[in-house]
């Protein structure tokens, strides 16, 4: 049942990714800018302690349309954690896609513990 929940909600996602404007996301451009990333969530349990002490997600194996859209809603406002809104805000849609496909790539989830 909760996978069933779980592929109509990427399902959804991912048609709201086409109705932007479906980006192809270049998971080789992607390495240019994941050093600006890799500070926070490339340690596995890694906290900030700005401004509060945060549990930094694993992006690896995160479905590529998710990480669009949680870097979107950083970035309109919809979702509220500063740093990350202030990441978010300096980064195109096509970087979005290119950072997508490269932490949802097969490498990425094999590593990702
Ligand atoms: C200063 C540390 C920091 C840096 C640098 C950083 N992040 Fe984050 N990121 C966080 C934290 C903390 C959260 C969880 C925030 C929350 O609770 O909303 C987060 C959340 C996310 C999420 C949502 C994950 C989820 O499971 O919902 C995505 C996607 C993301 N970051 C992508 C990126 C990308 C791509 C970069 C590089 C361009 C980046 N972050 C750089 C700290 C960071």
Do not use: W
Not at 49 to 60: D, I, K, M, N
């Amino acid at each position: 049942m909760m996978r069933m929940i779980l592929g109509a909600a990427l399902l959804a996602l991912a048609a709201t990714a086409h109705a932007q404007g479906e980006l192809k996301g270049d998971p080789e451009r992607a390495k240019q800018k994941i050093s600006m990333c890799a500070g926070c969530h490339g340690i596995s349990g890694y906290k900030t302690a700005f401004p509060q002490v945060y549990s930094v997600p694993r992006l690896g194996g995160q479905h590529a349309a998710y990480i669009v859209k949680a870097l979107q809603e950083y970035k309109s406002g919809n979702r509220s954690h500063p740093s990350m809104r202030a990441i978010a805000a300096s980064l195109s849609n096509k970087d979005m896609a290119d950072l997508a496909a490269y932490y949802a790539s097969d490498t990425m989830k094999s590593a990702a513990k």
